[in-house]
């Protein structure tokens, strides 16, 4: 199971900064004015051989031009209760606020491990301000620059240092079951499908619980299937905390994408394809995972022609392109209309990811396309692929391409590779890399 980090602090003290330099990503939108991050905040990190998913907040905060300390509350309770460690950031320019002394009382109170970063130390003078945040009471605070990335590599360490130890227990005893996640926005009807697929005998299926903030795995074991549901655990409710559903959908499905193999994505036929499917779409991508696009309550759409499922169908590849080879069915889980068919596919994608490809048979054709149409030439000098190979046990299906100048392999020509490798073998609904190492 992947680790979660959250970022925290009050608006403009350079969370969506300290983000894009820990995740190595211009993606959250950044200026001086206070409050703008409105998107969704999500990367990975791979520091000294540990992987994390870091989570900025701020991009959850409803009315954050308005200074509410409601909101505050809301975005440190909510990282409090999903995080496995979080940045509390303040701002070193501006010294201690009573904003952020109400943050740090929060956080002393929450028994989770918290790194107090002052940001914004931006030449030496400011590092004189940096002793004021002891009296916070989060122990030393690390002086560190998001726009200069002075501190950062010490902060990723302290994050690797105090990071809970990641047992893994579960993991290791459903290793060769399929594990499926449901996953959509919120309403799309995840627990309609849960229901549906489980109906009324509870007795095929076992829980193995985590801790409360891990996935829960229910495994189903009926109409010859044998795989892992997976969900994540039931949120205890914070008696003052007024919860922000769209962002514990987000910080939940991250938890559930990374703890499966496939995920099926739920999409709801009423409202069409929004934005929020889009980011959650883009999470089952940075995690690779395989996936099987559910329309739900078809049952409630009133044109069913082809004409309509085409274009229905299209909207969706156009909107999650570049990577259109997944299925998708349109169904509903109240009717039960095609719902074991999201199963059977589902396992079929899980077979693709596992799907190895003989070395001799890759060569074979892949040689020959790269023969018909080879890699264009740079300054005179030609790229000269010799040998292709699978790698094997690989969590998803990558290819490897041995050759003279794998610099010089540009991304068009890498995706006419995977295309040939798709029409040549069924990889439908899972991604897979495509690398150039030089022999």
């Not at 791979?46 to 909101?71: M, P, Q, R, Y």
């Not at 030449?123 to 940096?130: A, H, T």
């Not at 299209?314 to 095609?338: V, Y």
Request: glycine fraction near 6%; charged fraction near 25%; aromatic fraction near 10%.
């Amino acid at each position: 199971m992947g680790q979660i980090i959250a970022i925290v602090g009050r608006p403009n003290v350079g969370k969506s900064t300290l983000f894009n330099r820990l995740t190595q990503t211009r993606t959250a939108i950044v200026d001086d004015t206070a409050g703008t991050t409105r998107d969704r905040q999500y990367g990975k990190v791979d520091w000294a051989g540990k992987e994390f998913s870091v989570i900025d907040t701020g991009g959850w905060v409803v009315n954050s031009e308005d200074i509410f300390e409601g909101e505050i509350n809301k975005q440190v309770h909510l990282a409090i209760e999903q995080a496995d460690e979080i940045l509390f950031v303040v701002d070193a320019m501006n010294g201690v606020t009573d904003l952020d002394d109400h943050v740090a009382e929060i956080l002393r109170k929450s028994r989770k491990p918290v790194i107090l970063v002052a940001n914004k130390v931006d030449s030496n003078d400011w590092l004189y301000n940096v002793p004021e945040f002891y009296s916070l009471g989060l122990g030393d605070p690390m002086p560190v620059s998001a726009v200069s990335g002075f501190g950062t590599g010490d902060l990723l360490d302290e994050v690797v240092r105090k990071l809970p130890e990641d047992t893994g227990a579960d993991d290791e005893q459903l290793d060769d079951i399929p594990k499926f996640a449901i996953v959509g926005r919120p309403n799309a009807g995840k627990s309609s499908i849960i229901n549906a697929f489980i109906g009324e005998e509870r007795h095929i299926v076992t829980d193995i619980a985590g801790t409360t903030r891990d996935s829960i795995y229910t495994r189903y074991d009926k109409f010859g299937f044998d795989f892992y549901l997976v969900d994540t655990a039931g949120i205890r409710k914070k008696g003052k905390v007024n919860e922000d559903i769209e962002y514990y959908s987000v910080i939940r499905s991250i938890r559930a994408i990374e703890a499966s193999d496939v995920c099926i994505l739920m999409i709801d036929a009423t409202r069409g394809i929004e934005t929020q499917d889009v980011n959650i779409f883009s999470l089952i991508q940075r995690n690779k995972k395989g996936l099987v696009v559910c329309v739900n309550k078809w049952d409630l759409v009133t044109d069913k022609s082809q004409e309509a499922i085409s274009h229905f169908e299209n909207t969706i590849r156009e909107r999650f392109a570049p990577f259109t080879d997944f299925p998708i069915i349109f169904g509903s889980a109240l009717t039960k209309q095609r719902i074991y068919r999201v199963l059977e596919t589902a396992v079929k994608v899980y077979e693709n990811r596992r799907r190895t490809v003989p070395t001799s048979q890759l060569n074979n054709v892949m040689l020959e396309a790269i023969g018909a149409y080879p890699p264009s030439a740079n300054k005179g000098k030609y790229v000269k692929i010799k040998y292709v190979t699978m790698l094997k046990g690989s969590p998803v299906p990558t290819f490897i391409f041995f050759c003279n100048l794998p610099q010089w392999v540009k991304e068009p020509y890498r995706r006419y590779l995977e295309n040939k490798i798709r029409e040549n073998w069924d990889f439908t609904g899972t991604p897979i890399n495509v690398y150039m190492r030089e022999k």
